[in-house]
């Protein structure tokens, strides 16, 4: 494990080299958690499917994640403001992108991390474009879903479980949680945005996804007309883990014939 400064900002960084014999202009992977998700969340699917492409792969927390630098006074000062996805997409992951070296990678993203996938892909060259269970607008199931996490958060049952995962659990719950529950972050809305995206795009997303309706994959396709959906049944909020086989073959066909 390493980590890289992004503009004063200690962020966690995950390398995983190309399997053997792989073909070294290929595009390599980037990883972009969901909004309590970290390096060490993904566990070892990235290396999996960096193995099953052919790829290199590179995996980091965001700040306030995983081993991640902490936000100060996150429920403060520290408050993530409403277009966090917004700067995290269009300031931070290109900063890292240039730090890096990588120019034009493929984006595997999940939840807020798929969003930030799309609202970069939407702004500046990828190869492709992976969107697991993302979110393009805000709907009142998603909010719902939200103030029960918190409740379980609150109780102390989630907060044990995601303690390993990351140095400061309080600023990695609060940041995401008062984020999406602050009122003014309900009028985000990217369905306009992502019309610009021209690269290759898979987009996926559970039936049984308690975040989200089926309206966020309609909506994509609406907008992107070239999208490849993967709507799979038996799958909840989070598809690489309730369903890795379907999700891993289908993103190794959006890859196959990609430089």
């Known amino acids: 494990m390493r980590s890289v400064d992004i503009d004063g900002v200690s962020l966690e960084l995950q390398h995983i080299a190309p399997p053997a014999g792989a073909a070294p202009a290929r595009a390599p992977l980037v990883f972009l958690h969901e909004g309590l998700g970290s390096v060490a969340l993904w566990r070892d699917w ?61 984006l595997v993203g999940h939840s807020d991390g798929a969003s930030i996938a799309l609202i970069h892909a939407a702004h500046h060259p990828v190869t492709a474009c992976v969107a697991m269970a993302p979110h393009v607008m805000v ?63 898979l987009a996926i997303q559970g039936v049984d996804d308690g975040y989200a309706s089926m309206a966020q994959l309609d909506d994509i396709a609406t907008a992107l007309p070239h999208t490849r959906l993967l709507k799979l049944p038996a799958c909840g909020h989070a598809p690489h883990q309730d369903q890795p086989a379907a999700v891993q073959q289908a993103i190794t066909d959006l890859l196959a014939d990609l430089p």
Do not use: K, M
């Not at 100060?72 to 070296?101: F, K, M, N, S, T």
């Not at 879903?145 to 409740?151: H, P």
């Open 46 to 106: 990235p290396a999996r499917l960096c193995a099953a492409t052919g790829r290199a792969g590179w995996v980091y927390s965001r700040r306030g994640y995983g081993r991640s630098s902490p936000v100060p006074d996150v429920r403060g000062a520290g408050r993530l403001p409403p277009d966090y996805l917004h700067r995290e997409a269009l300031d931070v992951l290109p900063a890292l992108l240039r730090a890096l070296g990588l120019a034009r990678p493929v």
């Open 139 to 201: 709907e009142a199931l998603c909010l719902r879903a939200i103030e029960q996490t918190r409740q379980h958060f609150e109780t102390g049952a989630l907060r044990i479980r995601l303690q390993r995962f990351h140095d400061d659990v309080d600023g990695a719950f609060w940041q995401w949680n008062d984020a999406w529950l602050n009122p003014q972050f309900h009028g985000f809305d990217i369905r306009a945005d992502i019309r610009s995206i021209d690269a290759p795009l």
